[in-house]
């Protein structure tokens, strides 16, 4: 419950807040409040520069325009095209193929924990310690295989030139009650677009691929701004933070 008290401020049982911390609160806000809106300028004069990067790159759909451009020195552009994996890559004990899979080990583990927790004796409360056991699954080992390869838009590049898409789950095989093993993969062809800088030939290491994505589809999802947004998130939280941390604090200097 909030009560006001002696005309200094209010008192919320833990703490309690002066009219004078109120007034500084304010000047806190107000000051974060200013620095987040030079922040945020800021970021949004560089969405604005990358939006206009993505207007101006050339927009390629073919597989004679792309090697063009990357003979040519074109520069930026979106490409669309077909990802496959060359040399796709399995576990035995794994059907399909794919362009990455993993296998993570996971072992059935026993721990143990102390918990607090309360009962009454002779009508009074008190307070104790108790070890209580629990089992997870437990990550003990992991090992992966990547395709060394990739065709895009039929010409073939080093898998690492390429951030592929991230893997999904295909299936647990228990080896015993305490053993199993998880097994991911990304599967071995997808449609989409890359935004990349053509030049000498073939394009920079790790280009983002935009799986699923049109070049109209990507454009739209890079020039969103969501960068704004969640700066702006960010900002509220901390600077409630800052606020709530102040008035928690003795602040007799401001007496």
Request: proline share 2%; net charge negative.
């Amino acid at each position: 419950m909030i009560r006001y008290k002696n005309r200094r401020g209010f008192d919320f049982g833990n703490f309690e807040i002066t009219k004078r911390e109120i007034i500084a609160s304010v000047v806190i806000i107000a000051v974060m409040s200013l620095i987040g809106v030079l922040i945020s300028g800021k970021i949004s004069e560089y969405q604005m520069d990358k939006n206009e990067l993505y207007n101006k790159a050339a927009k390629i759909e073919s597989t004679d325009l792309f090697r063009y451009g990357m003979d040519t020195n074109v520069g930026n552009a979106f490409v669309y095209g077909v990802l496959e994996a060359v040399d796709t890559v399995s576990y035995p004990e794994v059907e399909g193929e794919y362009m990455y899979v993993e296998k993570v080990k996971e072992k059935y583990t026993k721990h143990t924990r102390t918990v607090t927790k309360t009962r009454t004796v002779n009508g009074k409360k008190e307070t104790y310690t108790t070890t209580e056991t629990y089992w997870t699954w437990d990550v003990v080992d992991r090992e992966d295989k990547k395709c060394k390869e990739l065709y895009f838009c039929k010409i073939t590049f080093a898998s690492d030139k390429f951030d592929i898409p991230e893997a999904d789950y295909i299936e647990t095989i228990k080896e015993s009650s305490h053993i199993r093993y998880k097994y991911y993969g990304i599967k071995p062809e997808f449609e989409g677009t890359i935004f990349a800088d053509l030049r000498d030939g073939t394009i920079p290491d790790h280009t983002d691929f935009y799986a699923d994505k049109t070049i109209e589809e990507t454009v739209e999802y890079l020039e969103s701004g969501y960068g704004t947004i969640l700066f702006w998130i960010f900002w509220i939280i901390l600077t409630a933070v800052c606020v709530y941390g102040f008035c928690y604090l003795e602040n007799e200097w401001l007496e």
